[in-house]
């Protein structure tokens, strides 16, 4: 005789939770970007937010204090942008090859224009108009 021993088996209950997601896809899209995003930094004209010494060609330098990016995309040609991405705000990352990299997930910017180049992230970086005095980047 075999008797089967008493080894206990766990019953657990999955209690599915049937989330009905109900994902609206609408037509008004309100991710244009341009109008929604036009935030910038208040009285920060006419402060010099970088050395040009710190903004190589195709690079740039995240500034923190004004959450602001400036880039070089070409020789002598300097632009700044707000920093947050349009997607959900994370600050990206200074450019590398005139590309700005959004660390949270994954949008690219494109270091002259501040546009989006690739998603999740439409839109554009807020621009700033600046110009160089001395060794210095100042917002106009
Ligand atoms: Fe920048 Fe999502 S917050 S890609």
Known sequence: ?????????????????????????AALAACGGEAAGDRKVPGIQGKVI??????????????KKYKMVVTQPSEGVYKAFGASCPHRGCAVSP???NVMVCPCH????DA??????????????IPYQVKVEGDGIVVV
Request: aromatic fraction near 2%; glycine fraction near 22%; charge should be positive.
């Open 112 to 125: 002259d224009t501040g546009e989006a180049t690739k998603g999740p992230a439409t839109g554009r970086l």
């Open 50 to 63: 970088a050395k040009t010494a710190d903004v190589p060609v195709g690079g740039g330098t995240v500034v």
């Open 1 to 25: 005789m075999s008797m089967n021993g008493g080894s206990g088996i766990d019953r657990r209950r999955v209690l599915g939770a049937a989330g009905v997601a109900a994902c609206g896809v």
């Open 106 to 109: 994954g949008s690219e910017f």
């Open 95 to 97: 450019p590398k090859d």
